[in-house]
């Protein structure tokens, strides 16, 4: 064996280590606790009683010294040198401190080890049939909702609990995939809820957006909800269609809707018609829902939003704007130009033989046979309008030889609906200018209408883009184009009609909306690393300095140090929890301020605290990546680099922008309207209604 290094010592013992430093302790110093202590300074000879915990400062390990014939209160925290010949009992005190951990984790593993054989012992509450409650031990969450037949320990049969002891049994195949696919097409409220409690489990809470479908005497309010899951998929779920047949659904009535609706999923609770349990005393009401939603968006109708003011939320984004572009249409020779394509769109609705004349003339032309598109939108909003404009500028010159070549026809056609026909409605070369042009504007507000519709992705961060450069096309200087050509505005009227728009979208979009409903949107805006920067064309210099980077970054901050960054935690703990929630609002309140703020008294500190890397700080410094780049990738990526900030994240940018979502629901069972009218009458209305929107796919 080769010799050991120069200076080393031979191993000792701890028995031995003992003996010889009881032997001989140094001299004893005791830190100062404030600069009027003298310790340190006097010859009193201070004697270690206890040592109680231990930490590392600046590289150093330091013990907490309670000291003998001193007060409680005196103790205080010393390097090894300040107490020589005393490491004996620090070996002994290591041996206690890893004895009671040990026994904790002892402890607690006795304690899951019980509750896991309590959990199976309930479940072996065998039926006549032979089925019983899944092992706990199955990891798979699907099986809580199914009962098992055992042979031994193998699962035999399997059969679904929700659906009761008349449903078949199924053999099983050995994986849970069958499992799943049965609750997500029959049950899908309880996939949908237990999505939800893994999500709040994580400190984030889901949003919810609703709207009213009334037809022929049936009103159904439909309530979905929304959440990003850790991968940043955006998820969009049904959580009720209720029937308002023989209640008006009033704002009180949809408010008590809502909250019983999510209560049942797992959001909150909800109990208004609990008995207090003394006669004399007041009804217990229990309600908590409010607290468990970030954020809703409902219809501009005043019932569900006189309904939703317990909830933070906003109006539609979409009716926002089609409220914007009807200021724009009303401009007097608009409207009457757009009255006169309604009339036209009328006649070829009409007229069989008139649409085979303008096929005709389409065919001479090289454009695809077609005829101006009437929808419902066409006298009630905008888009059909838009629709109509956007024909009748690439068919222009079809229409125009359909006039030169048939203008017999064009007199004597069968008459529209009030009685005009078609001659009543031609353009003539100004009105043709002015719908070329406002086809230009109108393509910008419908383009932005259809991607703050979607829900496949987040919207919300959206808003503030779309909105500022909408509001930019609007201003009379902003430059245009209409497929990747150059357009100028020629056309008076258009101008006039361009300048109403602007200061629509001024007017509603930020003098009337609160400064709490943009604050929201500018987080979201700021969580995003495409937008974040706030680099969107035009929308800075357009909002003259009220709405800057500086604005959205100071929210943002806000938000984050209220209730997402990390507390300071103990050294050597692995887990650094999240800040918990205060409220459910966004603003600074007295209990988190108080808890941002606080700090223990270093007296009373088992361990010194180490703050984590301010996340938002590092976030902001990263530089900008382009609009082209995908959210979902980008976030999944930076995810483990930004573990709380990714959290903040999925809670702002999974708020729907629109109320689109539970218009299309609406859409795809509005083919079931006669069912829903007869059962209306059997008074079953509120389980067809279900049942229809438990089949819509998202």
């Known amino acids: 064996m080769g010799a050991r290094g120069r200076g080393k010592r031979p191993r000792k013992t701890r028995e031995q280590d003992a003996l010889l430093l009881a032997q001989g302790k140094g001299p004893v110093k005791r830190t100062q606790q404030h600069p009027f202590d003298s310790a340190g300074s006097d010859d009193r000879v201070y004697v270690v009683e206890d040592i109680l915990a231990t930490r590392t400062r600046y590289s150093e390990q330091q013990w907490l010294i309670k000291w003998q014939d001193l007060p409680n209160g005196s103790e205080t925290w010393e390097p090894l040198k300040n107490i020589p010949g005393y490491e004996a009992e620090i070996e002994s005190f290591k041996v206690r401190h890893e004895r009671e951990q040990a026994e904790i984790a002892k402890k607690t593993k006795e304690a899951k080890t019980q509750k896991r054989k309590e959990r199976s012992e309930d479940g072996e509450d065998v039926s006549e049939d032979g089925f019983q409650k899944a092992p706990a031990n199955l990891r798979s969450p699907y099986w809580r909702h199914f009962r098992v037949r055992l042979e031994g320990k193998k699962i035999v049969e399997y059969r679904c609990a929700l659906c009761g002891s008349d449903s078949t049994p199924k053999e099983y195949c050995g994986n849970t995939s069958n499992l799943r696919t049965h609750l997500a097409h029959c049950h899908k409220c309880v996939l949908v809820k237990d999505a939800l409690a893994d999500v709040q489990a994580e400190g984030i809470l889901p949003s919810i957006g609703g709207d009213i479908w009334s037809q022929g005497g049936i009103a159904i309010f439909g309530i979905l909800v929304y959440w990003l899951d850790k991968n940043f998929t955006l998820h969009e779920r049904l959580v009720a269609a209720i029937p308002f047949s023989s209640v008006r659904h009033t704002g009180p009535e949809l408010e008590a809707a809502t909250k019983r609706a999510c209560a049942s999923m797992g959001i909150g609770k909800y109990e208004d018609v609990i008995a207090s349990v003394d006669d004399d005393a007041d009804p217990i009401m229990v309600d908590t829902v409010a607290e468990f939603i970030h954020y809703t968006v409902s219809d501009n109708a005043s019932n569900i939003v006189n309904g939703w003011t317990c909830f933070d939320g906003h109006e539609c984004v979409d009716h926002t704007i089609a409220l914007i572009v009807k200021d724009f249409l009303d401009q007097p020779r608009v409207k009457k130009v757009f009255s006169k394509l309604r009339g036209m769109t009328g006649h070829f609705s009409h007229s069989v033989i008139g649409v085979k004349l303008l096929h005709d003339c389409q065919k001479r032309n090289n454009l695809s046979e077609s005829k101006p598109p009437q929808d419902n939108d066409t006298r009630t909003g905008w888009g059909g309008a838009c629709k109509q404009a956007t024909w009748y500028t690439v068919n222009r010159v079809a229409v125009q030889l359909y006039d030169f070549e ?4 064009a007199a004597t056609a ?3 609906l009030d009685g005009s026909v078609y001659r009543d409605h031609q353009l003539d070369a100004e009105d043709w200018l002015i719908v070329n042009e406002c086809v230009y504007i109108l393509k910008y507000a419908s383009t932005t209408c259809d991607l703050l519709q979607g829900t496949q992705y987040p919207t919300a961060n959206l808003v503030l883009p779309m ?3 909408l509001a930019r096309i609007a201003e009379a200087s902003a430059p245009l184009k209409y497929e990747g050509k150059s357009v100028h505005i020629t056309s008076l009227d258009v101008m006039e009609a361009r300048a109403r ?9 930020f003098h009337d909306m609160m400064e709490c409903k943009v604050e929201d949107f500018s987080v979201a805006t700021v969580l995003d690393p495409r937008y974040k920067d706030f680099k969107f064309k035009g929308a800075t210099e357009w909002l ?3 709405l ?6 100071k929210w943002t901050r806000k938000a984050w140090e209220a209730d997402w960054k990390p507390k300071e935690v103990a050294a050597g703990s692995s887990v650094m929890p999240l800040a918990k929630r205060t409220k459910h609002t966004h603003v600074i309140t007295v209990a988190s301020f108080l808890a941002d703020s606080d700090e223990e008294d270093e007296d009373e500190v088992v361990a010194p605290a180490i703050v984590e890397q301010d996340e938002l700080a590092s976030y902001l410094e990263l530089p900008g990546v382009a609009a082209s780049v995908d959210l979902q990738s980008w976030s999944k990526e930076h995810s483990s680099e930004f573990p709380h900030l990714a959290k ?11 109320s689109a979502g539970v218009e299309r629901a609406f859409s795809k069972v509005s083919s079931m309207h006669s069912d829903l009218r007869k059962n209306l009458k059997e008074g079953t209305i509120e389980h067809s209604v279900m049942a229809s929107m438990n089949t819509v796919e998202f």
């Open 406 to 409: 048939h203008p017999t026809k």
């Open 414 to 416: 069968v008459p529209n």
């Open 501 to 509: 728009m602007c200061n629509a979208v001024t007017k509603r979009y």
């Open 648 to 658: 903040m994240a999925r809670q702002f940018l999974a708020v729907p922008a629109t």
């Open 467 to 469: 909105i500022g450069k």
């Open 544 to 546: 003259k300095g009220m």
């Open 548 to 553: 800057t980077r500086e604005t959205g970054v």
